[in-house]
């Protein structure tokens, strides 16, 4: 990370330098405008071995991707630092970004793209596999595993719709149960396509296969789960800005309109800390979205204020 001296104000702070962040402040310093990123260097998909889905660029390194927009970003004036927002207070036109080393710089307007952290159920092997062989997503990891023989955990609400998923690229799919009832119709479903059930308590996920409580193992060569997904954004929280409950029950999320716009003014939030299955390339384009939309709200001001000064004068 290249070494940057902090100024007093900008007027765009992004807090977050993955593919939401950084689309975002680069709309923003191709519109002239001083804009910081602030990022932690923690981004979700570290653990995978590339980014997929998105057009140009499919199965780049996740830490290249970010880099090349990094590089993007500086290309245009705007600055990115490697930091933790710990705090924002302040309002629309002067918000007080304090970092986790006590620093602070001061912003007219904040864009949150700081993501989200994916829980795992809390068995064995499981963070161990994460990314390789423990899989969520049948976009982002489901070609590698085709045809293989995947397992899916009962862990979350989308788990029959995400075992469905995961049919369409093999025809061995299993559904383990685990300690989630199995309902009559998702049975049905499951059945129909011809994906097999297996009930009892999950134990551990090993290199090969999904240990049961009873000491069976059931050979499988990869295992999707359903994450519960948390948002990194309690730095918000003084804003009176918190994340809720996402409605499909699978994690939390901080609310916003179309265009990324939040209910506390001169803050918009862009890719999976409001939108928690957007790919990377959802993500980028919320960014850039939500980036545009800061921009016009600038203008929209500096035009009043010019309006202003011109009648009074």
Not at 197 to 214: H, N, P, Q, S
Request: aromatic content about 4%; charged content about 20%; overall charge negative.
């Amino acid at each position: 990370m290249v070494t940057v001296t902090l100024r007093n104000d900008y007027d765009v702070v992004v807090a977050g330098g993955g593919a939401a962040g950084l689309n975002g402040a680069l709309l923003l310093a191709r519109s002239r405008r001083s804009v910081l990123v602030i990022d932690a260097g923690e981004p979700r998909n570290a653990p995978a071995g590339g980014v997929h889905g998105l057009l140009a660029r499919e199965g780049m390194p996740p830490a290249e991707l970010v880099e090349r927009g990094r590089a993007e970003v500086r290309g245009y004036g705007g600055e990115v630092v490697r930091g933790e927002v710990a705090s924002v207070t302040g309002a629309a036109g002067d918000f007080t970004v304090t970092l986790a080393d006590g620093s602070a710089v001061r912003a007219r307007r904040l864009l949150v793209a700081t993501g989200l952290a994916d829980e795992l159920p809390g068995l064995p092997g499981l963070a161990e596999g994460w990314g390789r062989n423990v899989l969520h997503c049948p976009y982002c990891h489901g070609w590698e595993v085709r045809d293989q023989a995947i397992g899916v955990l009962a862990s979350g609400p989308m788990s029959v719709h995400q075992a469905l998923m995961f049919r369409q690229l093999s025809d061995d799919v299993t559904y383990f149960t685990h300690d989630r009832p199995l309902p009559a119709e998702d049975a049905e479903q499951l059945a129909a396509r011809g994906i097999a059930v297996v009930e009892g308590e999950v134990a551990a996920w090993e290199e090969t296969g999904v240990r049961l409580r009873d000491g069976s193992l059931v050979a499988r060569q990869a295992l999707a789960v359903a994450t519960r997904m948390v948002v990194r954004a309690g730095f918000l929280k003084e804003l009176g800005l918190l994340p809720v409950e996402h409605p499909a029950g699978v994690g939390e999320h901080i609310p916003a309109d179309p265009a990324g716009r939040t209910s506390v003014p001169g803050v918009w939030v862009a890719g999976n800390a409001t939108d928690l299955m957007a790919f990377v390339g959802g993500a980028a384009a919320a960014g850039a979205m939500a980036g545009a939309q800061i921009n016009g709200d600038l203008v929209a001001e500096e035009a009043g204020r010019a309006v202003e000064a011109r009648r009074a004068s």
